[in-house]
């Protein structure tokens, strides 16, 4: 849409100014102008042809439960996924030797012999068993058309590029096809045409009623003529008959690394029909003649906490699919797309469009790169967006390595939460595009970590408080795992703790800070009782630790105080202290995390102008200078730490370490890229990375992730970036407009949120600003920037702000176009 329709005139505005009369006025024009006609390619994935592929199926969820929908039309496939499905039970595998031998290892790691901490790290400290569980899948509704025969099963290689091969399917577009994800709605659909019948199937996932819904029309009566059956690739499973027209597949999780199978699972499958008959035929529901078919399929194990496997699946499938039948499915859609829709709406993002948006999704991702598209951008924030509603929800497990989609039962890196960045990048953009409630899972995780972390601090390290190192899985194990190249960084739970923080920043709810304290207190706790003396500097620094998988060419990744720990604690202890300070509580806590603080080792630049990884100027002898974590930026994005304005000579430093680093990288490590040049203020290098990121070599044809393989981080990543760019907060200060690329000279966002509790509204046209709306939920003050222009602003809960784009307009700043080389 046009951002004109908003706008105040400039010699309105200006006229204003001159008289001195307020810049607040009537909030009006910029909601009427969000909510003009939507266009279709901003919100539906759609695509001329079946998926044959598990990367071109498109997801479906409500954060427990999650389907991939691939649209065929002879055979379909649905594959589930039920969120506590993981291998294994519940385990603590700190090693024993670990505490005993940790003296041992810091003297080795100060006294610069890496390769023989490395190697002791590896016989005492790492966990056992050294792998954590993975998450696996439940299995595949298949839906057959009758006297057609059957597919090829679900299958999908190792690397996770190749799956669900379906050779009785074309792979070309067809007449009369269509399939598509509406993600306004949240709902999956296919429409076909066979011999003179109209055939239509819809998929969805509720949240109120706990069932996947899969409803089949047809435009005659009596063509409804399928097979329905469960697939799995568990070993210890099987399909029973259920009750009237069901079937169930039930059986117990997978073990693994010698952690034996726990929990016990369910899914109940029920046909409900219109018309002709439906009847249970060995492991086979037949339907014959239907007007229309409604299948519900209700998933669940016996997980209740890390620590109690004693649910009872058969009662909560039974329960579930009873209620969804009683209802009906129109009550059941209805309910799942309000819900949805409730969440998704908040956000309306205008970046422009050109003819290349009426194409199919996969040939529009295939042109990426190229291509000028930006209303792929925009889509592509709104998936991310629709992903995380659908991944994590109140009560569910939070999003893992693939948020809650996948087929195989072991997946690349086990699909687990890996929190040495993309745990964390999976939220980073829930605060600022307006899904504060999706990150309840994630704080209920970290209420778990506090719990098992507790028990590692003491059996490891002798300390108080809690620690996770670099990852964790559904049964909250924290110890190292993998390899001390890896492993051996004990800040993941320091830095979930900031994500705690954010919760209260954006909110400014002290009842929720006040519930969270405790976990951040307590991390804070841990690195005061472990932190050492650097006794070449004098600074206290973590050790052992790492650079996150980053071997720094002496030996091993195995160091004292990297750059990353350093800030990650800077946040940690500032974070606790001012909680502390905001509930009035434990003020000499506070000032011992004030003072452990001033204490860390300082960021560094080193002799090729860059910011320092490590304490050493070991940059230009990595073992790969390109590599794909760019852990030292930590202080630049996520956190606040480096500015351009606050820290001039570091904000240098840190470009020069994004120019070394170069701009390609794996599909997460991508789009942090994006999210640090934003951060930098280069909004045409950000956009330059971002057209990369959503191109066929990062984007797969579903517009899922391609690490490769498939990783939902980097779509969430790619988010967050896409929003610093037209939206910063640092403390009580609003920046508009930050890093606008040339590329969307005009456009509009509504329903963006910055810390201090304001929900901001945006239009630009030719690249300047024309309008801002802020709209606070507190009182209080603070103050927006254009530019080099701030304004004051005092806050009254509920009452928008209007600004007049024309008291903003500084002269546009120089902008690389493209990388340098």
Same mark, same amino acid.
């Given at each position: 849409?046009?951002?004109?329709?908003?706008?105040?005139?400039?010699?309105?505005?200006?006229?204003?100014?001159?008289?001195?009369?307020?810049?607040?006025? #009537?909030?009006?024009?910029? $909601?009427?102008?969000?909510?003009?006609?939507?266009?279709?390619?901003?919100?539906?994935?759609?695509?001329?042809? #079946?998926?044959?592929?598990?990367?071109?199926?498109? #997801?479906?969820?409500?954060?427990?439960?999650?389907?991939?929908?691939?649209? @065929?039309?002879?055979?379909?496939?649905?594959?589930?996924?039920?969120?506590?499905?993981?291998?294994?039970?519940?385990?603590?595998?700190?090693?024993?030797?670990?505490?005993?031998?940790?003296?041992?290892?810091?003297?080795?790691?100060?006294?610069?012999?890496?390769?023989?901490?490395?190697?002791?790290?590896?016989?005492? !400290?790492?966990?056992? #068993?050294?792998?954590?569980?993975?998450?696996?899948?439940?299995?595949?509704?298949?839906?057959?058309?009758?006297?057609?025969?059957?597919?090829?099963?679900?299958?999908?290689?190792?690397?996770?590029?190749?799956?669900? &091969?379906?050779?009785?399917?074309?792979?070309?577009?067809?007449?009369?096809?269509?399939?598509?994800?509406?993600?306004?709605?949240? =709902?999956?659909?296919?429409?076909?045409?066979?011999?003179?019948?109209?055939?239509?199937?819809?998929?969805?996932?509720?949240?109120?009623?706990?069932?996947?819904?899969?409803? !089949?029309?047809?435009?005659?009566?009596?063509?409804?003529?399928?097979?329905?059956?469960?697939?799995?690739?568990?070993?210890?499973?099987?399909?029973?008959? @259920?009750?009237?027209?069901?079937?169930?597949?039930?059986?117990?999780?997978?073990?693994?690394?010698?952690?034996?199978?726990?929990?016990?699972?369910?899914?109940?499958?029920?046909?409900?029909?219109?018309?002709?008959?439906?009847? &249970?035929?060995?492991?086979?529901?037949?339907?014959?003649?239907?007007?229309?078919?409604?299948?519900?399929?209700?998933?669940?194990?016996?997980?209740?906490?890390?620590?109690?496997?004693?649910?009872?699946?058969? $009662?909560? *499938?039974?329960?579930?699919?009873?209620?969804?039948?009683?209802?009906?499915?129109?009550?059941?859609?209805?309910?799942?797309?309000?819900?949805?829709?409730?969440?998704?709406?908040? =956000?309306?993002?205008?970046?422009?469009?050109?003819?290349?948006?009426?194409?199919?999704?996969?040939?529009?991702?295939?042109?990426?790169?190229?291509?000028?598209?930006?209303?792929?951008?925009?889509?592509?924030?709104?998936?991310?967006?629709?992903?995380?509603? *659908?991944?994590?929800?109140?009560?569910?497990?939070?999003?893992?390595?693939?948020?809650? /989609?996948?087929?195989?039962?072991?997946?690349?890196?086990?699909?687990?939460?890996?929190?040495?960045?993309?745990?964390?990048?999976?939220?980073?953009?829930?605060?600022?595009?307006?899904?504060?409630?999706? &990150?309840?899972?994630?704080?209920?995780?970290? %209420?778990?970590?506090?719990?098992?972390?507790?028990?590692?601090?003491?059996?490891?390290?002798?300390?108080?408080? /809690?620690?996770?190192?670099?990852?964790?899985?559904?049964?909250?194990?924290?110890?190292?795992?993998?390899?001390?190249?890896?492993?051996?960084?004990?800040?993941?739970?320091?830095?979930?703790?900031?994500?705690?923080?954010?919760?209260?920043?954006?909110?400014?709810?002290?009842?929720?800070?006040?519930?969270?304290?405790?976990?951040?207190?307590?991390?804070?706790?841990?690195?005061?009782?472990?932190?050492?003396?650097?006794?070449?500097?004098?600074?206290?620094?973590?050790?052992?630790?790492?650079?996150?998988?980053?071997?720094?060419?002496?030996?091993?990744?195995?160091?004292?105080?990297? *750059?990353?720990?350093?800030?990650?604690?800077?946040?940690?202890?500032?974070?606790?202290?001012?909680?502390?300070?905001?509930?009035?509580?434990?003020?000499? !806590?506070?000032?011992?995390?004030?003072?452990?603080?001033?204490?860390?080792?300082?960021?560094?630049?080193?002799?090729?102008?860059?910011?320092?990884? /490590?304490?050493?100027?070991?940059?230009?002898?990595?073992?790969?200078?390109?590599?794909?974590? &760019?852990?030292?930026?930590?202080?630049?994005?996520?956190?606040?730490?480096?500015?351009?304005?606050?820290?001039?000579?570091?904000?240098?430093?840190?470009?020069?370490?994004?120019?070394?680093?170069?701009?390609?990288?794996?599909?997460?490590?991508?789009?942090?890229?994006?999210?640090?040049?934003?951060?930098?203020?280069?909004?045409?290098?950000?956009?330059?990375?971002?057209?990369?990121?959503?191109?066929?070599?990062?984007?797969?044809?579903?517009?899922?992730?391609?690490?490769?393989?498939?990783?939902?981080?980097?779509?969430?990543?790619?988010?967050?970036?896409?929003?610093?760019?037209?939206?910063?907060? =640092?403390?009580?200060?609003?920046?508009?407009?930050?890093?606008?690329?040339?590329?969307?000279?005009?456009?509009?966002?509504?329903?963006?949120?910055?810390?201090?509790?304001?929900?901001?509204?945006?239009? /630009?046209?030719?690249?300047?600003?024309?309008?801002? *709306?802020?709209?606070?939920? %507190?009182?209080?003050?603070?103050?927006?920037?254009?530019?080099?222009?701030?304004?004051?602003?005092?806050?009254?809960?509920?009452?928008?702000?209007?600004?007049?784009?024309?008291?903003?307009?500084?002269?546009?700043?120089?902008?690389?176009?493209?990388?340098?080389?």
């Amino acid at each position: 849409m046009s951002a004109r329709g908003s706008d105040i005139s400039r010699r309105d505005a200006m006229a204003m100014l001159s008289a001195g009369t307020s810049l607040a006025v #009537p909030a009006v024009g910029m $909601a009427a102008a969000a909510n003009s006609p939507s266009r279709v390619s901003d919100t539906i994935l759609w695509y001329a042809q #079946p998926a044959v592929r598990w990367v071109e199926a498109l #997801p479906v969820g409500n954060g427990r439960i999650g389907a991939m929908v691939h649209g @065929g039309i002879d055979h379909e496939y649905i594959q589930l996924n039920e969120d506590t499905m993981w291998a294994g039970g519940p385990y603590d595998p700190v090693s024993p030797d670990a505490l005993p031998a940790l003296a041992d290892v810091r003297r080795l790691v100060f006294a610069g012999k890496y390769a023989e901490a490395h190697a002791l790290i590896g016989a005492k !400290l790492m966990a056992r #068993p050294l792998l954590q569980m993975p998450y696996g899948t439940i299995g595949t509704l298949v839906i057959d058309r009758a006297g057609v025969p059957a597919g090829t099963s679900p299958a999908r290689s190792s690397n996770g590029t190749t799956s669900m &091969v379906t050779p009785l399917e074309p792979a070309v577009p067809l007449a009369d096809y269509r399939r598509e994800l509406d993600l306004n709605a949240a =709902v999956a659909g296919t429409r076909w045409s066979r011999e003179g019948t109209a055939f239509h199937r819809e998929v969805i996932a509720s949240p109120r009623d706990q069932v996947i819904a899969v409803r !089949l029309s047809a435009d005659r009566t009596g063509m409804i003529d399928v097979d329905l059956s469960m697939v799995s690739p568990l070993k210890q499973c099987h399909v029973d008959p @259920g009750r009237h027209a069901e079937i169930v597949l039930l059986g117990r999780n997978e073990s693994s690394s010698g952690i034996a199978s726990a929990l016990h699972f369910e899914a109940r499958v029920r046909a409900v029909a219109k018309g002709g008959s439906v009847r &249970v035929v060995g492991d086979h529901i037949v339907v014959r003649g239907a007007n229309e078919l409604v299948v519900l399929v209700a998933m669940a194990t016996s997980y209740r906490r890390f620590d109690d496997v004693s649910g009872d699946p058969a $009662a909560i *499938t039974r329960g579930h699919i009873d209620r969804a039948a009683g209802r009906g499915y129109a009550r059941i859609a209805r309910d799942a797309r309000a819900a949805h829709h409730a969440l998704f709406s908040r =956000v309306k993002l205008d970046l422009g469009r050109s003819s290349g948006a009426d194409r199919p999704t996969d040939r529009r991702i295939r042109d990426g790169e190229t291509g000028d598209d930006p209303a792929l951008a925009t889509l592509y924030f709104n998936y991310a967006r629709y992903l995380l509603i *659908t991944s994590s929800r109140p009560g569910s497990q939070p999003a893992n390595l693939q948020g809650i /989609w996948n087929d195989v039962t072991d997946p690349p890196w086990g699909g687990k939460y890996t929190v040495n960045i993309n745990t964390q990048m999976n939220y980073w953009p829930a605060e600022p595009t307006n899904l504060a409630e999706c &990150v309840e899972p994630l704080v209920a995780l970290v %209420r778990d970590l506090a719990v098992t972390g507790a028990r590692t601090a003491k059996a490891m390290y002798g300390a108080r408080g /809690w620690v996770c190192h670099h990852n964790t899985d559904l049964w909250r194990a924290t110890a190292p795992i993998d390899g001390p190249e890896f492993g051996m960084w004990q800040t993941g739970g320091a830095w979930l703790c900031t994500h705690l923080w954010d919760r209260y920043d954006y909110s400014r709810d002290t009842a929720y800070l006040a519930s969270v304290y405790p976990l951040i207190r307590d991390a804070a706790l841990f690195f005061v009782d472990i932190l050492q003396q650097d006794p070449s500097s004098g600074f206290l620094v973590t050790n052992p630790s790492l650079s996150p998988e980053n071997n720094h060419g002496h030996g091993s990744s195995i160091c004292a105080g990297p *750059t990353m720990d350093m800030s990650i604690l800077r946040d940690l202890f500032d974070q606790a202290a001012k909680a502390a300070s905001i509930l009035g509580l434990d003020a000499d !806590l506070a000032k011992q995390f004030i003072s452990t603080r001033q204490r860390l080792a300082p960021f560094k630049i080193g002799a090729s102008g860059q910011l320092q990884e /490590w304490q050493e100027d070991w940059d230009a002898g990595a073992e790969d200078i390109h590599h794909r974590h &760019v852990s030292h930026l930590y202080g630049v994005y996520p956190s606040q730490q480096i500015g351009a304005r606050a820290t001039p000579a570091l904000a240098t430093a840190a470009r020069r370490s994004l120019d070394i680093r170069g701009d390609e990288a794996t599909g997460w490590a991508t789009a942090w890229r994006i999210a640090l040049w934003a951060r930098l203020g280069d909004g045409n290098r950000a956009h330059h990375i971002l057209r990369f990121l959503i191109g066929p070599k990062r984007t797969y044809p579903n517009m899922f992730d391609a690490h490769p393989p498939f990783q939902i981080d980097g779509n969430f990543g790619g988010a967050a970036a896409i929003a610093e760019m037209l939206l910063r907060c =640092v403390d009580d200060e609003i920046v508009l407009l930050p890093a606008l690329p040339d590329a969307w000279a005009s456009g509009s966002v509504t329903g963006l949120r910055a810390r201090g509790a304001c929900e901001v509204a945006l239009s /630009w046209h030719g690249g300047r600003l024309t309008r801002a *709306t802020v709209t606070p939920s %507190r009182d209080g003050a603070a103050q927006v920037r254009y530019g080099e222009v701030v304004q004051p602003l005092q806050l009254k809960a509920g009452q928008p702000i209007d600004l007049v784009g024309a008291a903003f307009n500084p002269p546009k700043r120089a902008q690389s176009v493209v990388a340098p080389t």
